[in-house]
Structures are given as C-alpha cells and as structure tokens.
C-alpha cells in the first residue's frame, strides 16, 4: 500500500513492536507527529521537557525493560539537545534508535534555519547512523536502525530523515522484525579449553563482573559459574546486580571507589576472571601495576576490548550468556577454601563505614535498601551520591542500578527514571541525585507529574559539588573553586510550583518518616536531604596509583 514516510516511520515503530517513545515536536518533524497523533492507542508519546530529557528518558527505558528505547527530535537544536544522550548510551552499550527531522533536502547544506548535520556530528557517538533521503529506503533503513542497536555489543543508532521525505509517498509492505541471535559463531572449543585449563589451575581464583553480564542477561549462568570456580566476586559500577550483592562470595565493587577487600583481593589473585567488563580508567587505577601477581582471562563479546586496556593472557569472544552456558558444563566443582577464607578475613577486616549519627548519604541508602526490601529499580545521577547508591544498596537482580557509568554525565537520572517507571509501571523507581545534578534536569519533574508517574526523587543536598569538592580537599589543598552552591533555591518549593510533593529532611528521623510516606503516594515525589558538605566517598583510590593503595578516613588520620 501507498504510504507517506511520516505513516511509514510509525508503521516501522509498530513492527518493531515498539509501546512508547520520548521526544519534543518542531517544524521539521511535524508530519511524524501528526501520524503519531493518529496512532496514540497503539504509541504512547511521553512529551519532555527537554529533548536531553527524552534521550535519557529513552536510555533508562531500554536498560530497565531490555527492549531498544527511541527517542524523537526535531531538526538543529533539538537534534543537538539528544547528543548528551546518545553519547551516554554509547558509552554504556545501551539499545536506542533516536529519529530526527532535518530540513528538506534541496535546503541540506545551505546553513538552512535550524539545520544541523547532525548524522556527521553523532558519527563518532553512535553505534551507526543514517541520513534517508529517498523514501523508498526509509523502511529498510530503519528496521537496519533497530537491528543494528540490538546486535551483538548494543549501542544507540541515529536515523536522520529530511521534511519532504516524510511527506513523499511510496510502496510500504509489512515485515517481521529481524531476530537478532547471540553472538556464538566466535566462540572455538580451543578457546574454551584454554580457559577451562587456566580456571582450574588457579589457586586463588577472582570473578570480575561488568556490565556486559546484565546487558547479556546471564546471571543464572554466572551464578553457576561462580558456584563451580569458588571464587570471591566483584563488579564494576555497570556490573551491579549481574550476580547477588547479597551473597557471601560477594565482595563489593572494584577501583577508585570500590572496597578494600576488592581492591586488595584482585591485586593477590592468580588468576582474574573478567567477565563483560572493559577495564575503564576507574577501575584500573594505574594500569601498568593492574593485577600484576595474575594471569588474566577475558570474556567479553567485543574483540575491540581485548588488549585494549589491559593485556591479557587469554579471551573467550561472544555473548556472555552463551560463553558460561558452554563453559559450565566443562568444569568439574572447584574448591578454594583457604582463599575464600582470606577474603572473608578481609571483608571483616575492611567494613564499609559511616557517621553512626546524623543524616548522611551512607544512611540515607541503606534506609531506602531497608524500606523498599531492595526491590526498587535505582536510578542516579553522577557524583558522591552515585558512588554511595552503588556501595550502599545491595543488588540482588540485574537491571536494577541504572546510572551513567561510562560518559559520567550529571543530569541523566530523572530523565532515565522517567523512561524506567513509564516502562515498569509496578515497580518502585527511585532517582538518587545531588543538588548539583538535580539542578541540571529538574524541569522534568514537570514531565512527571503530567504522566502521573510514582517516581520518588532523593536530593542528597550538601550545598557544594560534592564529588569535585572531595578532590579539592585531597589534591588541590581545599580551594574550593566554583564548588559552592550555598544559595537560595528551595528545591521543596520548586517542586510543588510543578505539581509534585516537596519534602525536606534534615535527620535520619525526617528522613525515615518521609520516605516512608513517599512509598504510598501514586504522585512524583521530591525529598530534599541536607547533609554536611564535607562528607566523603570511602575508600578512594588517587588517580593513577595502584587499586592497592586504597585508603579511607581512618587511613588518612
């Protein structure tokens, strides 16, 4: 049947069986819009406040639910807001399809009004991306998108489409969704054997767990895996929830902020297992002192990572789930009792500690872990507070902590909270923020009240950036340059002016009472937590020393 390409853009979202997308209209995109109208019982449309906010929105969407998260914008400005967005995506190996409208395509090149190239300025933050410009393309074009952001290591694709091509008319006819298989053809048997000979020569065996385990969704698996090894087990910030924080194998996080009995532990081990996780900066601290007494062995389905920050001995390319599926079976049970016993030493030896008094982040996580029997879906910001909800509240499942782990960016966590309540509309969401952050992206409170979402906001306000502060202390002997946000905004008053419910809490008491009332409401909720701009993230590694040389407050007295 003859279709328009604006009908052929909602029909491609229709096969892929797409429920929901985030965006913000304009000119160049309104014959997208129009049929979007004409088809709201079958797409919800959640209008943002911000183009950014509907990339995030779209990015805590896809992370939450597993599906590919779209987010829609107009040409120029509102192309360039969803950069931020997509970049974050890419770097946390995130499905989504962002469609932009651009201006027509006899006025591309002509420094036309709100026109951007905007296909050549996501090209380096996008798995791929598209510019259509014959109708006759379009539908391939954006089912190739969907593929492409599904396959193998997941990642964001752009698909740019000009006004006169959503306008023109040709020949559409419905396709089933391409099935997208597990990464398996690149995994050998002489792979499998190496790795199976060097997991069951080890000593003093460590589990390295990243994101690439919760994109993979293969916690059973590495369940398994971990049972049969006997092994202790860390994660990356990505890598939370791939395996049970509650777990007595269970070490905690690796790197600048992980624990001391991580940290020491990997830099004694024999033989370091990673598992989807690509060995970022943070982790490693200085690469070249890295796990130096271990042989490393790497699972990851992109060889691009291999060797890429840290020289292994041996690898094992493919999709997680499918590598443990065919590894297990391989091993025979291993016991490692002496070692696990040292590291349970050290795990009563190196507790996570706080203030036994006052309200502080540390506090104010484990309230919410108790409150909600750690089951809510987490969301964060960046900073102090994204550091305390990673070591504080205790992931049990995957898909659970949804944060900016690789591009760092401040501003993403009520946006992605939005995308991840509109897709789990049962589940608790819960965004941890600084008042930095929360400055950054409020106007989505908005958003949230028009949806009629039950996401509750937790402000950790100590009136400073707290994370930039905390170098400041340490390196840059406390010249607190443009840190301080000592002011007047009332983040309580802010967020009833848009609709939603303001809280302040300034003890653990305030604090337990109005959480507790939160959880019952069915409207967006925003509890502002003052705390002392002084408190600090421990343990902390300095930047390029050895994750050996971790160090807390007690350390540094």
């Given at each position: 049947?003859?279709?328009?390409?604006?009908?052929?853009?909602?029909?491609?979202?229709?096969?892929?069986?797409?429920?929901?997308?985030?965006?913000?209209?304009?000119?160049?995109?309104?014959?997208?819009?129009?049929?979007?109208?004409?088809?709201?019982?079958?797409?919800?449309?959640?209008?943002?406040?911000?183009?950014?906010?509907?990339?995030?929105?779209?990015?805590?969407?896809?992370?939450?639910?597993?599906k590919v998260g779209v987010c829609l914008a107009t040409s120029g400005p509102g192309a360039t807001n969803l950069?931020?967005?997509?970049?974050?995506?890419?770097?946390?190996?995130?499905?989504?399809?962002?469609?932009?409208?651009?201006?027509?395509?006899?006025?591309?090149?002509?420094?036309?009004?709100?026109?951007?190239?905007?296909?050549?300025?996501?090209?380096?933050?996008?798995?791929?991306?598209?510019?259509?410009?014959?109708?006759?393309?379009?539908?391939?074009?954006?089912?190739?998108?969907?593929?492409?952001?599904?396959?193998?290591?997941p990642g964001p694709v752009l698909v740019d489409i000009p006004k006169d091509v959503t306008a023109a008319r040709?020949?559409?006819?419905?396709?089933?969704?391409?099935?997208?298989?597990?990464?398996?053809?690149?995994?050998?048997?002489?792979?499998?054997?190496?790795?199976?000979?060097?997991?069951?020569?080890?000593?003093?065996?460590?589990?390295?767990?990243?994101?690439?385990?919760?994109?993979?969704?293969?916690?059973?698996?590495?369940?398994?895996?971990?049972?049969?090894?006997?092994?202790?087990?860390?994660?990356?910030?990505?890598?939370?929830?791939?395996?049970?924080?509650?777990?007595?194998?269970?070490?905690?996080?690796?790197?600048?902020?992980?624990?001391?009995?991580?940290?020491?532990?990997?830099?004694?081990?024999?033989?370091?297992?990673?598992?989807?996780?690509?060995?970022?900066?943070?982790?490693?601290?200085?690469?070249?002192?890295?796990?130096?007494?271990?042989?490393?062995?790497?699972?990851?389905?992109?060889?691009?990572?291999?060797?890429?920050?840290?020289?292994?001995?041996?690898?094992?390319?493919?999709?997680?789930?499918?590598?443990?599926?065919?590894?297990?079976?391989?091993?025979?049970?291993?016991?490692?009792?002496?070692?696990?016993?040292?590291?349970?030493?050290?795990?009563?030896?190196?507790?996570?500690?706080?203030?036994?008094?006052?309200?502080?982040?540390?506090?104010?996580?484990?309230?919410?872990?108790?409150?909600?029997?750690?089951?809510?879906?987490?969301?964060?910001?960046?900073?102090?507070?994204?550091?305390?909800?990673?070591?504080?509240?205790?992931?049990?499942?995957?898909?659970?902590?949804?944060?900016?782990?690789?591009?760092?960016?401040?501003?993403?966590?009520?946006?992605?909270?939005?995308?991840?309540?509109?897709?789990?509309?049962?589940?608790?969401?819960?965004?941890?923020?600084?008042?930095?952050?929360?400055?950054?992206?409020?106007?989505?409170?908005?958003?949230?009240?028009?949806?009629?979402?039950?996401?509750?906001?937790?402000?950790?306000?100590?009136?400073?950036?707290?994370?930039?502060?905390?170098?400041?202390?340490?390196?840059?002997?406390?010249?607190?340059?443009?840190?301080?946000?000592?002011?007047?905004?009332?983040?309580?008053?802010?967020?009833?002016?848009?609709?939603?419910?303001?809280?302040?809490?300034?003890?653990?008491?305030?604090?337990?009472?109005?959480?507790?009332?939160?959880?019952?409401?069915?409207?967006?909720?925003?509890?502002?937590?003052?705390?002392?701009?002084?408190?600090?993230?421990?343990?902390?590694?300095?930047?390029?020393?050895?994750?050996?040389?971790?160090?807390?407050?007690?350390?540094m007295r």
């Amino acid at each position: 049947m003859q279709l328009t390409g604006a009908q052929i853009v909602i029909e491609c979202l229709k096969e892929q069986k797409v429920d929901t997308v985030f965006g913000y209209p304009g000119g160049s995109i309104l014959n997208v819009y129009d049929e979007l109208y004409k088809h709201s019982d079958e797409i919800r449309h959640v209008l943002t406040s911000h183009e950014q906010g509907a990339s995030h929105a779209a990015d805590g969407y896809a992370r939450s639910t597993g599906k590919v998260g779209v987010c829609l914008a107009t040409s120029g400005p509102g192309a360039t807001n969803l950069v931020t967005g997509i970049a974050t995506a890419q770097m946390d190996s995130v499905p989504m399809v962002a469609i932009t409208c651009n201006v027509t395509v006899p006025l591309l090149g002509k420094d036309s009004f709100q026109e951007v190239d905007i296909a050549g300025v996501t090209m380096p933050i996008t798995k791929h991306n598209f510019i259509v410009k014959d109708v006759n393309r379009l539908a391939d074009t954006i089912r190739r998108a969907f593929t492409i952001a599904r396959t193998g290591r997941p990642g964001p694709v752009l698909v740019d489409i000009p006004k006169d091509v959503t306008a023109a008319r040709t020949e559409y006819t419905y396709q089933e969704p391409t099935k997208v298989e597990r990464v398996s053809s690149t995994i050998t048997r002489e792979a499998l054997d190496t790795a199976v000979d060097m997991i069951q020569k080890a000593k003093k065996p460590y589990i390295f767990v990243g994101g690439g385990a919760v994109i993979s969704d293969a916690s059973e698996a590495l369940a398994e895996f971990v049972s049969l090894v006997d092994a202790p087990v860390c994660d990356t910030l990505m890598g939370k929830g791939a395996f049970d924080g509650t777990s007595e194998r269970y070490t905690g996080m690796l790197g600048m902020h992980g624990t001391k009995t991580s940290n020491l532990g990997v830099s004694e081990c024999d033989l370091l297992i990673a598992i989807g996780t690509r060995f970022s900066d943070r982790v490693l601290g200085n690469p070249n002192k890295f796990a130096k007494q271990a042989q490393v062995l790497q699972f990851d389905v992109d060889p691009a990572e291999i060797n890429k920050n840290v020289v292994v001995n041996a690898e094992v390319i493919g999709d997680i789930r499918e590598i443990l599926e065919r590894i297990n079976p391989m091993l025979s049970q291993m016991e490692h009792s002496e070692w696990n016993a040292h590291i349970d030493e050290m795990k009563q030896q190196y507790p996570a500690v706080y203030p036994a008094e006052g309200l502080s982040g540390p506090y104010i996580i484990e309230e919410i872990y108790r409150q909600t029997a750690g089951d809510a879906i987490m969301v964060t910001e960046v900073g102090q507070h994204q550091m305390w909800a990673a070591q504080y509240y205790q992931y049990k499942y995957p898909h659970r902590l949804l944060t900016s782990g690789g591009l760092g960016t401040m501003g993403y966590g009520l946006g992605a909270a939005i995308g991840a309540q509109v897709g789990n509309p049962h589940s608790q969401v819960i965004n941890i923020a600084g008042d930095g952050c929360f400055r950054m992206n409020m106007n989505e409170v908005a958003t949230a009240v028009r949806e009629e979402l039950p996401l509750i906001e937790v402000v950790i306000n100590n009136h400073v950036l707290g994370m930039v502060r905390q170098w400041q202390t340490l390196f840059y002997e406390k010249r607190y340059s443009s840190t301080v946000l000592n002011d007047s905004v009332d983040f309580v008053k802010l967020a009833e002016a848009m609709g939603a419910t303001g809280m302040r809490a300034t003890s653990r008491e305030e604090f337990q009472a109005a959480f507790a009332k939160a959880l019952t409401m069915k409207t967006p909720v925003v509890i502002d937590c003052v705390i002392d701009c002084d408190d600090k993230v421990w343990p902390m590694v300095a930047p390029g020393t050895p994750i050996s040389e971790c160090f807390d407050e007690k350390d540094m007295r």
